[in-house]
Protein backbone atom coordinates (compact mmCIF):
# COMPACT_ATOMS: atom_id res chain seq x y z
CA UNK A 1 0.00 0.00 0.00
CA UNK A 2 1.03 3.27 -0.78
CA UNK A 3 1.24 5.99 2.02
CA UNK A 4 -1.01 8.85 2.89
CA UNK A 5 0.01 12.23 1.48
CA UNK A 6 -0.07 14.23 4.41
CA UNK A 7 -2.96 16.86 5.10
CA UNK A 8 -2.71 20.37 3.87
CA UNK A 9 -2.24 23.31 6.41
CA UNK A 10 -5.37 24.56 7.67
CA UNK A 11 -6.40 27.68 6.12
CA UNK A 12 -6.03 29.28 9.74
CA UNK A 13 -2.12 28.50 10.26
CA UNK A 14 0.44 29.85 9.28
CA UNK A 15 2.95 28.15 6.93
CA UNK A 16 5.99 27.42 8.22
CA UNK A 17 9.83 26.91 6.72
CA UNK A 18 9.49 23.40 6.38
CA UNK A 19 5.87 23.60 4.24
CA UNK A 20 8.57 24.73 1.11
CA UNK A 21 9.24 22.35 -1.10
CA UNK A 22 13.68 22.01 -2.23
CA UNK A 23 14.08 24.69 -5.18
CA UNK A 24 10.88 27.08 -3.85
CA UNK A 25 12.41 29.46 -1.59
CA UNK A 26 13.78 31.43 -4.45
CA UNK A 27 10.69 31.47 -5.45
CA UNK A 28 8.92 32.60 -2.92
CA UNK A 29 11.38 35.11 -2.41
CA UNK A 30 11.08 36.79 -6.05
CA UNK A 31 6.97 36.87 -5.69
CA UNK A 32 7.37 38.81 -2.37
CA UNK A 33 6.66 42.57 -2.78
CA UNK A 34 8.76 45.76 -1.68
CA UNK A 35 8.25 46.45 1.60
CA UNK A 36 6.00 43.91 2.35
CA UNK A 37 7.08 43.25 5.73
CA UNK A 38 6.10 46.54 7.02
CA UNK A 39 1.78 45.73 5.64
CA UNK A 40 1.44 44.07 9.37
CA UNK A 41 2.58 47.15 10.56
CA UNK A 42 0.61 49.56 8.17
CA UNK A 43 -2.54 47.35 8.58
CA UNK A 44 -2.40 47.65 12.54
CA UNK A 45 -2.01 51.64 12.29
CA UNK A 46 -4.84 51.67 9.93
CA UNK A 47 -7.07 49.60 12.39
CA UNK A 48 -6.18 51.90 15.36
CA UNK A 49 -6.96 55.12 13.08
CA UNK A 50 -10.60 53.59 12.53
CA UNK A 51 -10.96 53.10 15.89
CA UNK A 52 -9.64 56.74 16.75
CA UNK A 53 -12.42 57.76 14.39
CA UNK A 54 -15.08 55.76 16.29
CA UNK A 55 -13.82 57.06 19.72
CA UNK A 56 -14.89 61.10 18.41
CA UNK A 57 -17.30 61.48 21.65
CA UNK A 58 -17.36 64.74 23.71
CA UNK A 59 -16.32 64.50 27.31
CA UNK A 60 -18.00 62.68 29.62
CA UNK A 61 -19.72 61.05 26.67
CA UNK A 62 -19.87 57.47 24.86
CA UNK A 63 -16.77 57.41 22.51
CA UNK A 64 -14.47 59.74 24.43
CA UNK A 65 -10.95 59.65 23.16
CA UNK A 66 -9.84 59.63 27.14
CA UNK A 67 -12.34 57.38 28.48
CA UNK A 68 -10.28 54.20 29.74
CA UNK A 69 -11.85 51.80 26.90
CA UNK A 70 -9.81 53.56 24.34
CA UNK A 71 -6.50 54.57 25.86
CA UNK A 72 -6.25 51.08 27.78
CA UNK A 73 -6.92 48.89 25.05
CA UNK A 74 -7.03 50.60 21.48
CA UNK A 75 -3.36 50.12 21.54
CA UNK A 76 -3.62 46.47 22.88
CA UNK A 77 -5.81 45.69 19.79
CA UNK A 78 -3.13 47.73 17.11
CA UNK A 79 -0.77 45.24 18.41
CA UNK A 80 -3.39 41.98 18.28
CA UNK A 81 -3.72 42.88 14.34
CA UNK A 82 -0.20 43.57 13.75
CA UNK A 83 0.52 40.37 15.04
CA UNK A 84 -2.26 38.31 13.46
CA UNK A 85 -1.75 39.76 10.04
CA UNK A 86 2.74 38.94 10.10
CA UNK A 87 1.45 35.27 11.22
CA UNK A 88 -0.55 34.91 8.48
CA UNK A 89 2.30 34.83 6.24
CA UNK A 90 5.29 32.96 8.74
CA UNK A 91 6.07 32.29 11.80
CA UNK A 92 7.45 35.22 13.39
CA UNK A 93 9.66 35.63 16.43
CA UNK A 94 8.61 36.46 20.32
CA UNK A 95 10.72 39.92 19.82
CA UNK A 96 8.83 40.67 16.49
CA UNK A 97 5.59 40.28 18.94
CA UNK A 98 7.36 43.29 21.27
CA UNK A 99 8.80 45.85 18.38
CA UNK A 100 6.63 45.31 15.54
CA UNK A 101 3.40 46.66 17.52
CA UNK A 102 5.19 49.20 19.06
CA UNK A 103 6.24 50.59 15.83
CA UNK A 104 2.37 49.99 14.73
CA UNK A 105 0.89 52.23 17.45
CA UNK A 106 3.61 54.85 16.77
CA UNK A 107 2.83 54.96 13.25
CA UNK A 108 -1.00 54.80 14.72
CA UNK A 109 -0.32 57.90 16.83
CA UNK A 110 1.20 59.83 13.28
CA UNK A 111 -1.41 59.25 11.45
CA UNK A 112 -3.87 60.68 13.55
CA UNK A 113 -1.48 63.76 13.25
CA UNK A 114 -1.36 63.55 9.31
CA UNK A 115 -5.38 63.00 9.52
CA UNK A 116 -5.82 66.04 11.66
CA UNK A 117 -7.35 63.75 14.29
CA UNK A 118 -5.20 64.63 17.04
CA UNK A 119 -2.65 67.29 18.27
CA UNK A 120 0.58 67.48 18.91
CA UNK A 121 1.15 67.58 22.36
CA UNK A 122 -1.26 64.80 23.19
CA UNK A 123 0.19 62.50 20.56
CA UNK A 124 3.89 62.87 22.16
CA UNK A 125 2.52 62.18 25.85
CA UNK A 126 0.55 59.54 24.63
CA UNK A 127 2.99 57.71 22.57
CA UNK A 128 5.26 55.93 25.15
CA UNK A 129 1.94 54.07 26.98
CA UNK A 130 1.19 53.28 23.79
CA UNK A 131 4.04 51.47 22.55
CA UNK A 132 4.04 49.71 25.90
CA UNK A 133 0.62 48.64 25.49
CA UNK A 134 0.72 47.63 21.96
CA UNK A 135 3.86 45.22 23.05
CA UNK A 136 1.47 43.64 25.57
CA UNK A 137 -1.47 42.96 23.08
CA UNK A 138 1.19 41.65 20.07
CA UNK A 139 2.61 39.11 22.95
CA UNK A 140 -0.85 37.90 24.30
CA UNK A 141 -1.59 37.46 20.04
CA UNK A 142 1.75 35.55 19.43
CA UNK A 143 0.73 33.26 22.36
CA UNK A 144 -2.24 32.43 21.02
CA UNK A 145 -1.34 32.12 17.50
CA UNK A 146 1.23 29.63 18.38
CA UNK A 147 -0.92 27.74 21.29
CA UNK A 148 -4.22 27.52 19.69
CA UNK A 149 -6.13 27.68 16.51
CA UNK A 150 -8.43 31.19 17.75
CA UNK A 151 -6.43 33.60 15.88
CA UNK A 152 -9.48 34.63 13.90
CA UNK A 153 -11.69 34.46 17.00
CA UNK A 154 -8.99 36.60 19.36
CA UNK A 155 -8.39 39.12 16.58
CA UNK A 156 -12.03 39.92 16.62
CA UNK A 157 -12.43 39.96 20.14
CA UNK A 158 -9.16 42.36 20.90
CA UNK A 159 -11.28 44.77 18.26
CA UNK A 160 -14.27 44.44 19.29
CA UNK A 161 -13.81 44.86 23.32
CA UNK A 162 -13.31 48.80 23.27
CA UNK A 163 -15.90 49.50 20.64
CA UNK A 164 -18.14 47.55 23.28
CA UNK A 165 -17.02 48.95 26.57
CA UNK A 166 -16.68 53.00 24.91
CA UNK A 167 -20.38 52.35 24.65
CA UNK A 168 -20.38 53.68 28.35
CA UNK A 169 -19.07 56.39 29.29
CA UNK A 170 -16.71 56.38 32.23
CA UNK A 171 -17.19 57.99 35.62
CA UNK A 172 -14.89 61.10 36.09
CA UNK A 173 -16.01 62.28 39.36
CA UNK A 174 -14.61 59.90 41.34
CA UNK A 175 -11.01 60.10 39.71
CA UNK A 176 -10.08 63.66 40.03
CA UNK A 177 -6.56 64.04 42.12
CA UNK A 178 -4.80 67.23 43.12
CA UNK A 179 -1.12 66.92 42.53
CA UNK A 180 1.62 69.76 43.75
CA UNK A 181 5.04 70.03 42.54
CA UNK A 182 7.63 72.17 44.46
CA UNK A 183 10.77 73.61 42.90
CA UNK A 184 13.57 75.74 44.92
CA UNK A 185 16.69 78.14 43.50
CA UNK A 186 19.16 80.25 45.75
CA UNK A 187 19.29 83.90 43.43
CA UNK A 188 22.47 85.97 43.89
CA UNK A 189 20.27 89.02 44.14
CA UNK A 190 18.03 90.78 47.33
CA UNK A 191 14.18 89.76 47.46
CA UNK A 192 13.42 93.55 46.11
CA UNK A 193 15.07 92.87 42.74
CA UNK A 194 13.41 89.34 42.45
CA UNK A 195 9.82 90.39 43.30
CA UNK A 196 9.96 93.26 40.02
CA UNK A 197 11.18 90.91 37.91
CA UNK A 198 7.71 88.32 39.23
CA UNK A 199 5.73 91.01 38.59
CA UNK A 200 6.75 92.69 35.57
CA UNK A 201 8.15 90.21 32.96
CA UNK A 202 8.03 91.80 29.40
CA UNK A 203 9.36 90.94 25.88
CA UNK A 204 10.12 87.39 27.44
CA UNK A 205 12.40 85.64 24.28
CA UNK A 206 12.21 82.15 22.98
CA UNK A 207 15.99 81.18 23.87
CA UNK A 208 15.49 82.46 27.82
CA UNK A 209 12.16 79.54 28.36
CA UNK A 210 11.96 77.61 25.28
CA UNK A 211 14.14 74.69 26.28
CA UNK A 212 11.18 73.54 28.90
CA UNK A 213 10.18 70.26 27.63
CA UNK A 214 6.12 71.67 27.28
CA UNK A 215 7.06 74.49 25.14
CA UNK A 216 8.80 71.65 23.32
CA UNK A 217 6.24 69.55 22.42
CA UNK A 218 3.96 72.13 21.12
CA UNK A 219 2.63 74.79 24.29
CA UNK A 220 2.71 78.43 23.03
CA UNK A 221 6.13 80.44 24.67
CA UNK A 222 5.03 82.96 26.98
CA UNK A 223 5.20 86.71 25.99
CA UNK A 224 4.42 88.74 28.86
CA UNK A 225 3.52 88.56 32.46
CA UNK A 226 2.16 92.56 33.27
CA UNK A 227 0.88 93.24 36.80
CA UNK A 228 -1.33 95.83 37.69
CA UNK A 229 -2.86 97.38 41.29
CA UNK A 230 -7.10 97.09 41.32
CA UNK A 231 -9.86 97.69 43.51
CA UNK A 232 -9.78 93.74 44.30
CA UNK A 233 -5.25 93.29 44.32
CA UNK A 234 -2.86 92.78 42.36
CA UNK A 235 -3.44 91.02 38.67
CA UNK A 236 -1.27 89.68 36.49
CA UNK A 237 -1.94 89.96 32.72
CA UNK A 238 -0.20 86.63 30.68
CA UNK A 239 -0.23 86.63 26.89
CA UNK A 240 1.58 83.81 25.12
CA UNK A 241 1.26 82.39 22.06
CA UNK A 242 -1.55 82.05 19.30
CA UNK A 243 -3.13 84.56 21.17
CA UNK A 244 -3.56 82.98 24.55
CA UNK A 245 -4.37 84.99 27.19
CA UNK A 246 -5.55 85.07 30.75
CA UNK A 247 -5.20 86.86 34.07
CA UNK A 248 -3.09 86.04 37.33
CA UNK A 249 -5.44 87.52 40.04
CA UNK A 250 -3.19 87.80 43.63
CA UNK A 251 -5.33 85.61 46.36
CA UNK A 252 -2.75 86.37 48.72
CA UNK A 253 0.37 88.31 48.94
CA UNK A 254 3.21 89.95 50.93
CA UNK A 255 5.48 92.39 48.96
CA UNK A 256 8.85 91.52 48.75
CA UNK A 257 8.20 88.05 50.39
CA UNK A 258 4.97 85.58 48.88
CA UNK A 259 2.76 85.65 46.40
CA UNK A 260 -0.26 83.05 45.57
CA UNK A 261 -1.54 83.33 41.86
CA UNK A 262 -4.87 81.79 40.91
CA UNK A 263 -6.61 82.02 37.53
CA UNK A 264 -9.22 83.12 35.46
CA UNK A 265 -10.12 82.38 32.07
CA UNK A 266 -12.45 84.06 29.59
CA UNK A 267 -14.17 82.56 26.73
CA UNK A 268 -11.36 82.91 24.53
CA UNK A 269 -8.80 82.21 26.67
CA UNK A 270 -7.59 79.78 24.08
CA UNK A 271 -8.59 80.42 20.58
CA UNK A 272 -9.37 77.25 18.69
CA UNK A 273 -6.19 74.56 18.40
CA UNK A 274 -4.12 76.97 20.20
CA UNK A 275 -3.69 74.00 22.68
CA UNK A 276 -5.05 70.25 22.18
CA UNK A 277 -8.79 69.89 23.88
CA UNK A 278 -7.66 67.18 25.95
CA UNK A 279 -4.79 69.59 27.58
CA UNK A 280 -6.32 72.71 28.05
CA UNK A 281 -6.17 74.50 31.33
CA UNK A 282 -9.45 74.66 33.03
CA UNK A 283 -11.03 71.94 30.89
CA UNK A 284 -12.32 68.59 31.62
CA UNK A 285 -8.90 66.74 32.06
CA UNK A 286 -6.87 69.30 33.27
CA UNK A 287 -6.75 72.43 35.14
CA UNK A 288 -3.64 74.73 36.99
CA UNK A 289 -5.05 75.62 40.36
CA UNK A 290 -2.63 78.04 41.52
CA UNK A 291 0.88 79.23 41.49
CA UNK A 292 3.13 81.00 44.51
CA UNK A 293 6.89 82.52 45.18
CA UNK A 294 8.28 82.20 47.91
CA UNK A 295 11.51 84.81 48.44
CA UNK A 296 13.51 84.07 51.42
CA UNK A 297 16.51 85.94 52.31
CA UNK A 298 19.74 84.02 53.14
CA UNK A 299 22.18 86.55 52.85
CA UNK A 300 23.06 89.88 52.12
CA UNK A 301 23.08 88.88 47.91
CA UNK A 302 21.29 85.70 47.99
CA UNK A 303 17.66 84.78 47.82
CA UNK A 304 16.00 81.44 48.40
CA UNK A 305 13.23 81.63 45.46
CA UNK A 306 10.81 78.88 45.48
CA UNK A 307 7.79 77.97 43.38
CA UNK A 308 4.52 75.60 44.19
CA UNK A 309 2.39 74.67 41.65
CA UNK A 310 -0.95 73.23 42.16
CA UNK A 311 -2.80 71.10 39.74
CA UNK A 312 -5.58 69.42 38.90
CA UNK A 313 -6.49 65.92 36.78
CA UNK A 314 -9.36 63.82 36.15
CA UNK A 315 -8.96 60.63 33.96
CA UNK A 316 -9.43 57.25 33.96
CA UNK A 317 -5.73 56.21 33.73
CA UNK A 318 -4.03 59.17 36.08
CA UNK A 319 -1.27 57.19 37.16
CA UNK A 320 0.37 58.06 33.79
CA UNK A 321 -1.47 61.56 33.91
CA UNK A 322 0.07 62.38 36.86
CA UNK A 323 3.43 60.96 36.23
CA UNK A 324 3.72 63.36 33.21
CA UNK A 325 2.15 66.26 34.93
CA UNK A 326 4.70 66.26 37.77
CA UNK A 327 7.83 65.73 34.96
CA UNK A 328 6.70 68.49 32.78
CA UNK A 329 5.64 71.19 35.83
CA UNK A 330 8.34 70.33 37.40
CA UNK A 331 10.99 71.06 34.49
CA UNK A 332 8.85 74.43 33.72
CA UNK A 333 9.35 75.76 37.29
CA UNK A 334 13.16 74.89 36.70
CA UNK A 335 13.43 76.78 33.52
CA UNK A 336 11.24 79.42 35.07
CA UNK A 337 13.36 80.22 38.31
CA UNK A 338 16.45 80.31 36.01
CA UNK A 339 14.42 83.10 33.72
CA UNK A 340 13.38 84.91 36.90
CA UNK A 341 17.21 84.66 38.55
CA UNK A 342 18.79 85.87 35.46
CA UNK A 343 16.35 88.28 34.60
CA UNK A 344 16.55 89.60 38.47
CA UNK A 345 20.97 89.73 38.36
CA UNK A 346 21.11 91.06 35.55
CA UNK A 347 18.73 94.33 36.38
CA UNK A 348 21.39 94.59 39.11
Known sequence: MEPEPPSPPSADEPPTAGDARPGQESTKKSRTLPFSNWWPLAIGAFAGIALRL???????TAYAAMEGAFVYLVPVAVGAVTVYIAEGTQRRSWSYYIWAPMIANCLFVLGTLVFLIEGIICAIIVIPLFAVLGAFGGVIMGAICRATRWRKGAVYGFTALPVLLGMV???????????MVERTVIVEAMPEQIWKQLLN???IRPDEVGDAWMYRIGVPLPIAGVTTRTSDGLVR????GKSIHFDQVASEWSENRFVRWTYHFDKDSFPPNALDDHVTIGGQYFDILDTAYTLEPRSALATKLSITIRYRINTQFNWYADGVAQI?????EEVILRFYGRRATRAI
Open 54 to 60: IFSGKPG
Open 237 to 240: KVTM
Open 201 to 203: ARD
Open 169 to 179: PGNEVDSEKIG
Open 328 to 332: LIGNF
